[in-house]
């Protein structure tokens, strides 16, 4: 709805210039080349965060063999790991940064400082890792309602070595958030399980799952998930996390902002849901199925997402427009009529910028889908248009992040 408003030319504060579209395709078909020059692009999702400088964090953890492949035990770890992990993920702001040390080429160690998302990834993990979310000295790896209900800010700002000179958007926003996670987990036993874990999703959606003739033949079966229903259970064991937003007849609607362009009959007149971190989360899931067997199905059901570096692209390229340069020029809420607007259009021109790009990569939607668009593809190529047009590689609108959205 909003999105025909804006071809209208009637949005108060974006134009919508489709004239643009085609030589945005053509900057993100080109980073796609750049990034995975065979074309065979993974989706969009946490796990690709985790690999530095070659290394896989998450392979070296699990190569101890205390999660054997294919187990129940590892597709619980591999939640945990991606929910906390994207769950920290909204936007670190340009100064803070992410340090390690990594082997040299002579052997000698050498300093890695990594920011933005890519090191929250590193430093949810490190956090994972080390039992900072764990009850439990005996399972440190293990996430589960006690563990998070008691994490600290200062726990948090320690373990993200936030510091003066390097500070962190949104730390108390952060840790708030997995103090709720905690409370949600305690209050949905049958959600999460009796055992008060994270992990416990993964039985809920295997329990839900359809089990249907396996395609081999030979009498085996297969269990089968879609992803609009991965989604479905994350809004429903999540929503009571989010801070201070919309409700409906007592259900905290997350995510959800209004606009005077959406018009419909009833209670969610005016409402405009994205989910940004919910879908993130829906993509980052899929991959601990397959690896447990479970075949997810329906992918393109979740939407693009409605976050700065998808967004960002297309207001630097020209074709979301800005109808005043001032909006460029100040700080933005989440909740800003001009915010909702602009994520909205993000999510329209994701599904129109899509085919436009496979057809000049000469690849099917089945062999890239969404979620590979969005990877190698308008996430990556609004990262690279920012770091063309502004010093500190920031998105071109400003936003003020409570570390809940982005």
């Known amino acids: 709805m909003i999105f025909e408003v804006g071809l209208a030319g009637k949005l108060p504060h974006f134009e919508v210039r489709l004239d643009r579209l085609d030589a945005a395709a053509d900057f993100v078909a080109e980073t796609i080349r750049l990034n995975y020059p065979s074309l065979k692009v993974p989706f969009?999702?946490?796990?690709?965060?985790?690999?530095?400088?070659?290394?896989?964090?998450?392979?070296?953890?699990?190569?101890?063999?205390?999660?054997?492949?294919?187990?129940?035990?590892?597709?619980?770890?591999?939640?945990?790991?991606?929910?906390?992990?994207?769950?920290?993920?909204?936007?670190?702001?340009?100064?803070?940064?992410?340090?390690?040390?990594?082997?040299?080429?002579?052997?000698?160690?050498?300093w890695t400082h990594v920011g933005r998302s890519e090191g929250l990834a590193l430093a949810s993990?490190?956090?994972?890792?080390?039992?900072?979310?764990?009850?439990?000295?005996?399972e440190p790896r293990r996430v589960d309602a006690e563990g998070l209900r008691t994490f600290s800010a200062d726990e948090l700002a320690k373990a993200f070595m936030v510091r003066a000179d390097n500070p962190l958007d949104g730390?108390?926003?952060?840790?708030a958030l997995l103090n709720r996670l905690g409370d949600a987990i305690a209050a949905r036993p049958d959600l999460f399980g009796t055992e008060g874990r994270l992990g416990g999703l993964f039985d809920t959606l295997v329990a839900r799952a359809g089990i249907l003739p396996s395609p081999q033949g030979g009498g085996g079966q297969v269990s089968?998930?879609?992803?609009?229903?991965?989604?479905?259970?994350?809004?429903?064991?999540?929503?009571?996390?989010?801070?201070?937003?919309?409700?409906?007849?007592?259900?905290n609607l997350g995510d959800?902002?209004?606009?005077?362009?959406?018009?419909?009959?009833?209670?969610?007149?005016?409402?405009?849901?994205?989910?940004?971190?919910?879908?993130?989360?829906?993509?980052?899931?899929?991959?601990?199925?397959?690896?447990?067997?479970?075949?997810?199905?329906?992918?393109?059901?979740?939407?693009?997402?409605?976050?700065?570096r998808n967004s960002g692209l297309f207001v630097d390229l020209g074709v979301i427009e800005p109808r005043s340069p001032s909006l460029l020029e100040r700080d933005h809420h989440p909740g800003d009529e001009a915010i909702v607007e602009w994520r909205?259009?993000?999510?329209?021109?994701?599904?129109?910028?899509?085919?436009?790009?496979?057809?000049?990569?000469?690849?099917?939607?089945e062999d890239m889908p969404l979620a590979s668009v969005l990877e190698g593809g308008t996430w990556s190529a609004?990262?690279?248009?920012?770091?063309?047009?502004?010093?500190?590689?920031?998105?071109?609108?400003?936003?003020?992040?409570?570390?809940?959205?982005?």
């Not at 400088?53 to 054997?68: C, F, H, I, N, T």
């Not at 929910?83 to 000698?108: C, Q």
């Not at 998930?225 to 259900?251: F, H, K, M, S, Y």
């Open 44 to 110: 969009h999702s946490r796990w690709r965060h985790f690999v530095i400088e070659g290394q896989d964090r998450w392979l070296k953890a699990a190569g101890d063999g205390s999660l054997p492949p294919g187990s129940a035990a590892r597709a619980r770890a591999r939640f945990e790991l991606a929910i906390t992990s994207v769950l920290l993920d909204a936007g670190a702001g340009p100064a803070w940064r992410w340090a390690e040390p990594i082997a040299g080429g002579n052997g000698e160690a050498k």
């Open 382 to 406: 609004g990262r690279r248009i920012a770091k063309q047009k502004r010093a500190d590689g920031g998105p071109p609108v400003r936003i003020i992040s409570d570390g809940s959205v982005f």
């Open 171 to 175: 730390l108390e926003g952060r840790a």
């Open 256 to 308: 959800t902002w209004r606009h005077p362009a959406v018009v419909v009959a009833g209670p969610t007149n005016g409402l405009v849901p994205f989910h940004k971190l919910s879908q993130w989360l829906s993509y980052s899931l899929i991959e601990p199925l397959q690896e447990a067997g479970i075949e997810v199905v329906d992918i393109d059901g979740l939407t693009g997402l409605a976050e700065y």
């Open 344 to 365: 909205a259009l993000s999510v329209v021109l994701l599904d129109r910028i899509a085919p436009l790009v496979r057809q000049k990569l000469g690849v099917t939607a």
């Open 224 to 251: 089968q998930v879609a992803a609009p229903d991965i989604l479905c259970l994350l809004l429903e064991a999540l929503g009571p996390i989010w801070p201070g937003r919309i409700t409906l007849d007592g259900v």
């Open 125 to 138: 993990f490190a956090s994972w890792d080390r039992g900072y979310f764990s009850s439990t000295l005996d």
